[in-house]
């Protein structure tokens, strides 16, 4: 099957659902075509699920994804948020622990990254209130 094919088939069975009951094999279809759209498109989509007033607060989202996730890619997701933030923006008692595991590295390390913890990642995201998306 096509990609159009199988992109009107998922979206046969998505319309119509609602986002507090998404059909139960959403994330199974997601994984299934994500990789086969083009990036942009992905890209695009998931800025506006982040920015929709369907969805919980940015912060949470981020949290949650980073809970999910493994090292390498809360790396990733801690530091996008940290370049976003930049050095002014880890300062005090909650973000002061990330500019001390930085100890003057460019970039957190996906050992690090597994030990802090999703609340973090939450007041970090909630500064940025979804600003840091393209």
Same mark, same amino acid.
């Given at each position: 099957? +096509?990609?159009i094919n199988e992109i009107g088939s998922l979206l046969q069975r998505y319309s119509g659902a609602s986002a507090a009951a998404p059909p139960a094999n959403a994330e199974q279809d997601f994984r299934q075509v994500a990789p086969q759209a083009p990036q942009a498109s992905v890209a695009s989509g998931l800025r506006h699920a982040f920015r *929709?007033?369907?969805t919980p607060p940015f912060g949470n989202m981020? *949290?949650?994804l980073?809970?999910?996730s493994n090292g390498e890619q809360r790396a +990733?997701?801690?530091n996008h948020l940290l370049g976003?933030? +930049?050095p002014a923006g880890l300062g005090g008692p909650v973000l002061g622990g990330l500019a001390a595991m930085l100890q003057g590295r460019a970039a957190i390390?996906?050992?690090q990254a597994q030990q802090v913890s999703p609340d973090v990642v939450q007041h970090l995201a909630k500064m940025h209130n979804g600003r840091i998306l393209p």
């Open positions: 099957m +096509g990609f *929709s007033n369907e981020v *949290s949650q980073f809970g999910q +990733g997701i801690l976003a933030a +930049g390390t996906p050992e």
